[in-house]
Nanobody, 125 residues
């Protein structure tokens, strides 16, 4: 059973930083695609950042490139999202998602089998 538990959300001012954690319980025999998504009220859930096999591949949404960094302790360990220079538009519920293997379209939320419950990030001016 794959389980994902997010933590690290909170309220910060514009320009501040937060580090989100996704504690992942993964089957040790497989490699996983893991991504961070976010969903603001009234908006679609969108892909933010992606990592595969401990960092063999990483991808980012254009809106967060240069500000966010995704990392993983090891191939089967927790995933982190370091968020710097936060903007008001980064305010959303952030979710961790996973699927076995290398996913083709990393930002497509429908490709992922496992989801966490989310952690709220609020950025105020």
């Amino acid at each position: 059973q794959v389980e994902l538990v997010e933590s690290g959300g909170g309220s910060v001012e514009v320009g501040g930083s937060l580090r989100l954690s996704c504690k992942a319980s993964l089957w040790k025999h497989n490699l996983y695609s893991i991504a961070w998504f976010r969903q603001a009220p009234g908006k679609e859930r969108e892909g933010v950042a992606f990592i595969y096999a401990g960092g063999r591949y990483t991808y980012y949404a254009d809106s967060v490139k240069g500000r966010f960094a995704i990392s993983q302790d090891g191939v089967h360990e927790s995933v982190y999202l370091q968020m710097n220079s936060l903007k008001v538009e980064d305010t959303a519920m952030y979710y961790c998602a996973a699927i076995e293997g290398l996913v083709g379209a990393w930002a497509d939320k429908n490709r992922y089998d496992y989801w966490g419950q989310g952690t709220q990030v609020t950025v105020s001016s």
